[in-house]
């Protein structure tokens, strides 16, 4: 799990498919019956959006294709951590919907309902809110902001 001097490095995938995004309902304790995207910790050294593919892969069953990034957040959550949120956009490419043990139910919602309902019920709803106003007026960039150092021998 990647936390770098008490900061959590996460990424998060809004799955987009006919206009609506996928949340789903959390099921671990400190956050039980929270809405949320599918999203988690990036793994020591591992490629950034490769970590958002693999937390979409292991929450929802969908192998996704990235298609851009709504940018880097960075906030202090409930729990108390500082995290830094890498936020992608993907669809599905593969795969059936499985949740992940411990996930409680899913449901396809668009960004404009999501923000009518001020987020709440929402984990982070003030990020939720920024995401959803970015998915809305299209403030999105291209995944080539992401460059892995590649290192000559």
Known sequence: MAA?????????????????????????????????LPSGRIEPGEDIPDAAR???????????????????????????????????TGEIIGGSLQLEEGMLDCKWI??????ASDCRGYREPALMKQLCESLLHGKMHSLDLYYPVIRQA
Do not use: C
Not at 54 to 69: D, F, M, N, P, S
């Open 54 to 88: 693999r937390e979409a892969k292991e929450e929802t069953g969908y192998e996704v294709e990235l298609t851009g990034t709504t940018g880097i957040y960075h906030f202090q959550a409930a729990s108390g951590a500082y995290v830094i949120l890498f936020h992608f």
């Open 110 to 115: 668009t960004a404009a309902d999501l923000l």
């Open 4 to 36: 770098h001097n008490g900061t959590v490095l996460v990424a998060s995938v809004s799955i987009i498919q006919d206009g609506k995004m996928l949340v789903i309902r959390e099921g671990k304790p400190a956050v039980r019956y929270q809405w949320n």
